[in-house]
């Protein structure tokens, strides 16, 4: 049985750091211009029994992290981010953001 595809909104007030990285990846793709506002909520894809759990863990573990490891993952080459993330035991984190990436890096943005 395959856990069900959950699509969890992530504010910089539930989880700063996992938004921070995301909104890092907006910006180094592009995303965040004149016709694109700064998110208010990233909307991530978990495959997880367990979403939630998985996203304050995953914020824990980001709390611990050095900032060029969570800029490597955020902004990184795929190789590296995707060894730092292994060196963590972040890879259900690396899974989410290529989904998230691959359905086109949904997010709530303001009203410009």
């Given at each position: 049985?395959t856990?069900?595809?959950?699509?969890?909104?992530?504010?910089?007030?539930?989880?700063?750091?996992?938004f921070?990285?995301?909104?890092s990846?907006?910006?180094?793709n592009?995303?965040?211009?004149r016709?694109e506002?700064?998110p208010?909520?990233?909307?991530?894809?978990f495959r997880?029994?367990?979403p939630?759990?998985d996203?304050?863990?995953m914020?824990m573990?980001l709390?611990?992290?050095?900032?060029?490891?969570r800029e490597?993952?955020?902004?990184?080459e795929?190789t590296?981010a995707?060894a730092?993330?292994r060196?963590y035991?972040?890879?259900s984190?690396?899974?989410v953001?290529d989904?998230w990436f691959?359905?086109?890096?949904?997010?709530?943005r303001?009203?410009?």
């Amino acid at each position: 049985m395959t856990a069900r595809r959950i699509v969890l909104p992530i504010t910089a007030a539930s989880c700063p750091r996992l938004f921070a990285l995301c909104v890092s990846v907006l910006l180094d793709n592009g995303a965040v211009n004149r016709e694109e506002p700064y998110p208010v909520a990233i909307r991530l894809p978990f495959r997880s029994w367990h979403p939630v759990a998985d996203t304050l863990l995953m914020e824990m573990v980001l709390a611990s992290m050095p900032e060029a490891d969570r800029e490597t993952l955020a902004i990184g080459e795929d190789t590296d981010a995707k060894a730092v993330s292994r060196r963590y035991g972040l890879e259900s984190l690396a899974r989410v953001l290529d989904a998230w990436f691959e359905l086109g890096m949904p997010c709530d943005r303001t009203p410009a």
